[in-house]
């Protein structure tokens, strides 16, 4: 049965940061394309950031340069650094493992950003 389990997320000001990390159970976590994705109240779900079994990564523009994503497969954990938060990153973060067509998704954590 795969699992992903997202934590560290919380409320913090503007300005401020938090990392969110995601342990994958279940899969064979180091060839799996690893990411973020957000969903705030009333609006659709949104990517926010990849890092493929390379570590070729890829974020929102509303995000770059702020939030950085990573992963350590020998913990089969990844990670999402981020900075200078904005109340317009309040949501729920959801972490997704993709391949070949193949998705999974976690319960998520909110995050929730005070102006």
């Known amino acids: 049965q795969v699992e992903l389990a997202e934590s560290g997320g919380g409320l913090v000001q503007a300005g401020g940061s938090l990392r969110l990390s995601c342990v994958a159970s279940?899969?064979?976590?180091?060839?799996?394309?690893m990411g973020w994705y957000r969903q705030a109240p009333g609006k659709q779900r949104e990517f926010v950031a990849l890092i493929t079994t390379g570590g070729i990564t890829n974020y929102a523009d509303s995000v770059k340069g702020r939030f950085t994503i990573s992963r350590d497969n020998a913990k089969n954990t990844v990670f999402l650094q981020m900075n200078s938060l904005k109340p317009e990153d309040t949501a729920a973060y959801l972490c997704n493992a993709e391949r070949w067509g193949s998705t999974y998704w976690g319960q998520g954590t909110q995050v929730i950003v005070s102006s």
């Open positions: 279940g899969i064979i976590f180091g060839i799996w394309t």
